[in-house]
């Protein structure tokens, strides 16, 4: 496996990359509650403190993305931004493809060449903004407890939180020792606590943090993607962190750590109706060689869009775009030609879902709004 990022590379950017990683297809895994024998628990990882693995015992708190860990391409020194983003992009209602995504982050730049990543840091907000979502970075603190705290809220808003971490790079089988920012790009599947997780609460380090490593460990194999670390103990020395028998992942022993939180689709009038999108698989197909010159072919894949009505709701409408450049953040129906299909959402409270065949090279945007907004 290579570095992401050459050093010379890496300076003139001012941060540092992920590494690439290996897929792992097939497995379809909902995260209903990161505790209820879903995690993986491996060499050097905390276990799960008592109660917890219950799920939701007395005494413990979840937050949990609801969603399906994605796999992401390791080729042109790996996707792993990229997919990241696609995963908060699907718990907004949107799909597309990590092709599509590196392109949002570096538009013209060839996807062999490093820079072209999307990277904590860098390109991120650009990336995220061009795929009309909305994001704000974590603060640049050396203080961890204020960076955990900030995760720990940003989950309890309903954002998709990802994190810059250290790979092990002993276990992972990488050359050189890696980098002292990070290595991967991950998002977070779920924070637990002993105390209630809202949007004032503070994180302690009895918390738990579970990411999904995007498939980067698990090359083939049927297994969940996702890591659960005890903030208390999930900062490590770049020697302490490629520790053999070590965790997979970690966070640097100090600060400042990346993070991007994405808090959900650019509305800046607020008319949008909370849309989600699932996939009937949770990968684009296994891309391992070094450099990939094109995007892959596409194959059929089926999105279930589910809207979710508030109670006592009138009809809404769902307007599917067939790229970024159309999605309109405000005035939707005055932009419905802009749309590539529409449907009429009928009133009535709770979810509904409509199945939309597509291609895994496409993107599809899907926004719900009241009729005449």
């Not at 080729?75 to 209602?93: K, M, P, Q």
């Not at 050359?175 to 994180?203: C, K, L, M, N, W």
């Not at 302690?204 to 208390?232: C, E, H, W």
């Not at 009133?347 to 199945?355: D, F």
Request: hydrophobic letters at 40%; glycine letters at 12%.
């Amino acid at each position: 496996m290579t570095v992401c990022l050459h050093a010379r590379l890496r300076a003139r950017l001012g941060v540092l990359g992920c590494r690439a990683g290996a897929e792992t297809p097939g497995t379809r895994i909902r995260v209903l509650s990161l505790f209820a024998g879903v995690c993986v628990l491996l060499a050097g990882v905390w276990a799960a403190p008592a109660g917890a693995a219950t799920g939701g015992s007395a005494g413990w708190h979840e937050k949990a993305l609801d969603g399906v860990p994605r796999a992401q391409w390791n080729a042109n020194d790996g996707y792993c931004g990229e997919t990241s983003v696609i995963t908060a992009g699907l718990r907004f209602g949107q799909y597309t493809s990590q092709w599509t995504a590196r392109e949002m982050a570096s538009p013209g730049v060839a996807q062999t060449d490093p820079s072209s990543q999307l990277l904590l840091g860098v390109n991120d907000l650009r990336a995220v903004s061009r795929m009309r979502l909305d994001a704000v970075r974590a603060p640049m603190t050396t203080d961890f407890l204020k960076f955990a705290t900030w995760v720990r809220q940003r989950i309890a808003r309903g954002d998709v939180v990802i994190l810059g971490m250290l790979n092990n790079t002993t276990e992972l089988g990488e050359d050189g020792p890696g980098d002292p920012e990070f290595d991967h790009i991950v998002p977070v599947y779920g924070y637990g606590s002993v105390t209630a997780v809202t949007p004032s609460s503070r994180a302690l380090p009895s918390d738990v943090i579970t990411v999904s490593d995007n498939g980067l460990r698990t090359s083939g194999a049927q297994t969940p993607m996702l890591y659960s670390y005890r903030v208390g103990a999930m900062r490590l020395s770049r020697a302490g962190a490629n520790r053999p028998g070590g965790p997979a992942y970690s966070l640097p022993k100090r600060g400042p750590w990346y993070g991007v939180a994405v808090s959900g689709v650019a509305d800046p009038t607020h008319v949008t109706v909370p849309v989600t999108v699932d996939v009937d698989v949770n990968g684009e197909g296994v891309q391992d060689e070094p450099v990939m010159v094109s995007a892959p072919a596409s194959q059929p894949i089926v999105l279930t869009v589910t809207v979710d009505r508030p109670k006592g709701s009138a009809g809404l409408v769902l307007y599917e775009y067939d790229s970024f450049g159309r999605v309109p953040v405000r005035d939707f129906a005055g932009n419905a030609s802009s749309a590539a299909r529409v449907w009429r959402v009928p009133a009535g409270s709770g979810p509904w879902t409509v199945n939309v065949p597509a291609m895994s090279g496409d993107t599809r945007a899907f926004r719900a709004v009241p009729a005449g907004r």
